[in-house]
Structures are given as structure tokens and as C-alpha cells.
């Protein structure tokens, strides 16, 4: 089945620098999702993205997909302590949804 | 206002003593499915329903039973809980049947088998 795989496991950054996470997948995905889990909370829907190269921006954060359609990236510019929370990449096919093992960040003030 | 409810929230139960958590959707989706979220894991599927009266097993379906005999409503049943099933459950729904679309997770219910 599909796997798609999430690095780094976990991130500690200073508040105001910027934070990267990626997936990668050995398989076309034809579609990513992100969602973000506040500590102690449910995973909530930011964003999906379905073309090939496409870029999405939501204030901060940057969504990228591939143009193979392969792997993803979430950026946050300037990092605040509202953003700690686990992120997590998944690829839907068919009904059955695949996660990343997610990415634990830390910001420190 | 629109939500996915689950029950109970917490609950420490025994070997082998059958249990059924419940995931109530008011939004008329379609589509909802069942994770555990494990330390080091993050969210596996364990089963996934696509409309009323469809079901299929997702990555870690064993020991799990699932139902959807009407819309809104999609229990997980575990006929016989072993300590490994321990973890931390969450119910989703979305509007489309394939599950490619914006998901409404419930709060989470965390289970302990002793």
C-alpha cells in the first residue's frame, strides 16, 4: 500500500526562525493533505493540494507539492510559539488515508 | 454547530471486556474512518466507510469491528480489547465519499486496557 514518509520526527526552533517539514513517497500520491495537532488536541485541516508543482500560501505557512507528485513541504516563516503543535502530511486514495508519522515542533520564546 | 462527537472521552478497561466507542457526525458527510494514534506512529487507519452500509479494513483493521448503518453514525467495536490496544482513538468525517477533502476530527477518546 501506500506510505508516505515524514521528516524530521521532531524540531526545536527559537521564535522568529523559520521551520521546514517534508514528505516523501516512492509512489505518485494524487493528492496531500496537512493537518496540524495542537499538544493534548485533534489533528485540524489546513490545507489540500492536488496539482502537480502547486504552491498554496496561508499568511506563514507555504504549502508545496512536487511536480512528480511525490513529496510535499510545509514551511513556516518566523516561527511563533502558536505554531507549536505536531504537523502531519496524509494522501487519500480511494477512501483509505495515509499519514506521515508527523513532525513534533517545539518553539522556544 | 458542526462537529464529530465521540464517547467516551477516556475509559480504562479489562481484557476481553467488549467495548464500543461511538462517532456521531452532524454534518451529513459522507465519509468517515477510525485512526489510533500511537508515540512514534502517528495516525493509522483502521477502518474507513465511504457511504451507508459500505465498510473496508484500512492499515490496522485487526481486532476491530466497525458498522454504518445510517449516516451520521460510525462505532468501533472491540469485541475483545488486549493491552496493545491501548492508545489514543480518533473518528474523522468528510463531505466526499473518497476521503480527498477537508477532515472534521472528533476530540479523541483514549483507551487503557489493563
Known amino acids: 500500500g501506500q506510505q508516505v514518509m515524514q521528516i524530521p520526527q521532531y524540531q526545536h526552533v527559537q521564535e522568529g526562525e523559520d521551520f521546514t517539514t517534508y514528505c516523501n513517497s516512492s509512489t505518485t500520491l494524487s493528492n496531500i493533505q496537512w493537518y496540524k495537532q495542537r499538544p493534548g488536541g485533534h489533528p485540524v485541516f489546513l490545507i489540500q493540494?492536488?496539482?502537480?508543482?502547486e504552491v498554496k500560501k496561508q499568511k506563514r505557512l507555504t504549502f508545496q507539492f512536487g511536480e512528480a507528485k511525490k513529496n510535499s513541504s510545509l514551511h513556516i516563516t518566523a516561527t511563533q510559539t502558536t505554531d507549536v503543535g505536531t504537523y502531519f502530511c496524509a494522501s487519500a486514495s480511494y477512501g483509505k488515508l495515509t499519514f506521515g508519522q508527523g513532525t513534533i515542533l517545539t518553539v522556544h520564546p | 454547530e458542526a462537529q464529530v462527537t465521540q464517547n467516551p472521552r477516556y475509559l480504562i478497561t479489562v481484557t476481553g471486556k467488549k467495548l464500543t466507542v461511538t462517532c456521531s457526525q452532524n454534518m451529513n458527510h459522507e465519509y468517515m474512518s477510525w485512526y489510533r494514534q500511537d508515540p512514534g506512529l502517528g495516525l493509522r487507519q483502521i477502518y474507513y466507510s465511504m457511504n451507508v452500509e459500505v465498510t473496508d479494513k484500512g492499515d490496522v483493521p485487526e481486532g476491530y469491528k466497525v458498522s454504518r448503518k445510517e449516516k451520521r453514525n460510525f462505532p468501533l467495536i472491540l469485541e475483545s480489547p488486549s493491552p496493545n490496544q491501548t492508545s489514543l482513538y480518533f473518528c474523522?468525517?468528510?463531505?466526499?465519499?473518497?476521503?480527498?477533502?477537508?477532515?472534521?476530527f472528533g476530540a479523541g477518546s483514549r483507551l487503557t486496557v489493563l
Open positions: 474523522a468525517s468528510g463531505l466526499q465519499g473518497t476521503g480527498a477533502n477537508v477532515l472534521t
Open positions: 493540494l492536488v496539482k502537480s508543482g
